[in-house]
């Protein structure tokens, strides 16, 4: 029905530079889908780390803010999350996750796993000193 696959993560030095892709096959066009990035670490709820709407409005959380891109390509139904000046703080597992199909209800203040019901695999993305 919906299906998730994320590029593999990594392991890099802080301050380098990591890109993650989401590849979407779905019954409904992939434009339908409010898209997000979520990362955990063991022990911590679920952290929303940025949002992007139909249109490609994109919203990030203020501890990636300035440092973390995401985008989308409706044409090639994916969806990237391009990390630069990596801090160790980075280091967690890295969701791709869809929510809907919608329209709305995709900006900051839904940045939250309750929002999206189909989800990548994750990748493990470790930022070293």
């Known amino acids: 029905q919906v299906r998730l696959t994320e590029s593999a993560g990594g392991s890099v030095q802080a301050g380098g530079s990591l890109k993650l892709s989401c590849t979407v096959v779905?019954?409904?066009?992939?434009?339908?889908?409010?898209m997000a990035w979520f990362r955990q670490v063991p022990g911590k709820k679920r952290e929303g780390v940025a949002i992007?709407?139909?249109?490609?409005?994109?919203h990030s959380a203020d501890a990636v803010k300035g440092r973390f891109t995401v985008s989308r390509d409706n044409a090639k139904s994916t969806h990237h999350l391009q990390m630069n000046s990596l801090k160790p703080e980075d280091t967690a597992m890295y969701y791709c996750?869809?929510?809907?199909?919608?329209?709305?209800?995709?900006?900051?203040?839904?940045?939250?796993?309750?929002?999206?019901?189909?989800w990548g695999q994750g990748t493990q993305v470790t930022v070293f000193s």
């Open positions: 996750a869809a929510g809907g199909p919608r329209r709305g209800r995709c900006n900051d203040g839904y940045l939250d796993e309750n929002y999206f019901n189909y």
């Open positions: 779905s019954v409904q066009t992939f434009r339908n889908y409010c």
């Open positions: 992007i709407d139909v249109d490609g409005r994109a």
